[in-house]
Each structure stands twice: as C-alpha cells, then as structure tokens.
Nanobody, 123 residues
C-alpha cells in the first residue's frame, strides 16, 4: 500500500501563488508516477499535472499550462505543484494520486489517492 498526504492549500487572492506538496510513504518503490487532479463542487474530477518518478517526464493540462508546474523530489518521495497566477477558475479540492503502471491523465487509472487539500481564490 501507498499513503499520500497533501499539504499547502489555503485561501489566496487572484494572482497569488501556492505550492502544494504530496508526500508518499509505504511501498513507494511500486509507484511509476504521481499526478495532481482537482475537483470543484458539481464538476468532474479534472487532470492538472502528472510526473513519472524515474525520468521526470511530466505533463500539464492546457487549462493551467504556463501557470502551474509539477516537480518531484525522489529523496523525499514528494511531488509538488507550484501554482502561480491563481485565477477564479482554479478553486477546487486538489488531490494527489499515485499510479503503478504508466503515465496517465485519466484519474480512473490511478491506484492511490490522498485526502485532498482545498484551494480557494478570492477576487
């Protein structure tokens, strides 16, 4: 099993920045990659970014490209989501997930999930 714990969410103003962290523990050797998803009330879960552990191959959703960046620290088994220029469309619960098989932007393919961290943006 793999446990994921997110942190770093909060209330910010439009244009501000936040950095989310997701620390993995347990059988982290079984993880191929990590992803960030977000879900706003009444909306479907949406892919934000993903990264592979070994090669660091990453992908970012078009909706956040140029504003968000994903990175990882293998030594700390932690993945980060740097969010800049936060906008009114960004508030959601941000969820970290781990996948065992291959890189994916599809949330149903992920094996482990954190509890989520709330991001709120005020105008």
């Amino acid at each position: 099993q793999v446990q994921l714990v997110e942190s770093g969410g909060g209330l910010v103003q439009t244009g501000d920045s936040l950095r989310l962290s997701c620390a993995a523990s347990g059988r982290t050797y079984s993880i191929y990659g990590m992803g960030w998803f977000r879900q706003a009330p009444g909306k479907e879960r949406e892919f934000v970014a993903a990264i592979s552990w070994n090669l660091g191959n990453s992908g970012i959703a078009d909706s956040v490209k140029g504003r968000f960046t994903i990175s990882r620290d293998n030594a700390k088994s932690t993945v980060y989501l740097q969010m800049n220029s936060l906008a009114p469309e960004d508030p959601a619960v941000y969820l970290c997930a781990a996948i065992r098989t291959s890189w994916s932007s599809k949330w149903r393919e992920y094996d482990y999930w954190g509890q989520g961290t709330q991001v709120t943006v005020s105008s």
